[in-house]
């Protein structure tokens, strides 16, 4: 069965008018899922500081540590700067900054593990944080010149 020129065009006509239906509804089917998507999502920037750190972790190594033995006990530094500071400081100096700073001790604890008297502490903890500071605002202005 042939068909005649007019039925052609109007099966022309036809598939054009249901190729153009269905590509409107995937372009509306495609804004649907875009606008469906926007309401979710939240770009970085408009993240708060709390919720961008839920994002991620972050691996620790021992080995970016400086290990302190105080006492017996082990005590790990992460910064680099402080690690040198403390490590140019008299061994029972550094060790009263650590227990007391790291270990979280008081001067009775630590004179008692030292088997110094507590003012004797206060004193080398004192004047240890006095040699630190100096020795970072050294290193600062090393920095800036």
């Known amino acids: 069965m042939e068909l ?11 598939y054009d008018a249901l190729a153009k239906k269905t590509l409107v509804g995937e372009a509306k ?23 961008l750190a839920q994002l991620f972790t972050t691996d620790e190594y ?15 530094v992460k910064n680099e700067l402080l690690a040198e500071a403390l490590n140019a400081l008299p061994e029972r100096k550094r060790d009263i900054i650590l227990l007391s700073y790291f270990l979280d001790m008081s001067d009775a604890e630590i004179g008692e593990l030292l088997n110094v008297v507590r003012t004797t502490v206060f004193r080398h903890r004192k004047s240890a944080l006095a040699k630190i500071k100096q020795y970072l605002e050294g290193k600062a202005d090393d920095e800036y010149r």
């Open 62 to 76: 021992e080995s970016d540590y400086f290990r302190f033995q105080v006492s017996g006990f082990d005590v790990l």
């Open 29 to 51: 089917s495609y804004r649907r899922t875009l606008a469906k998507r926007a309401a979710r999502e939240v770009t970085f920037s408009d993240l708060s500081e709390s919720e």
């Open 4 to 14: 005649s020129s007019s039925d052609k065009e109007r099966i022309q006509h036809q």
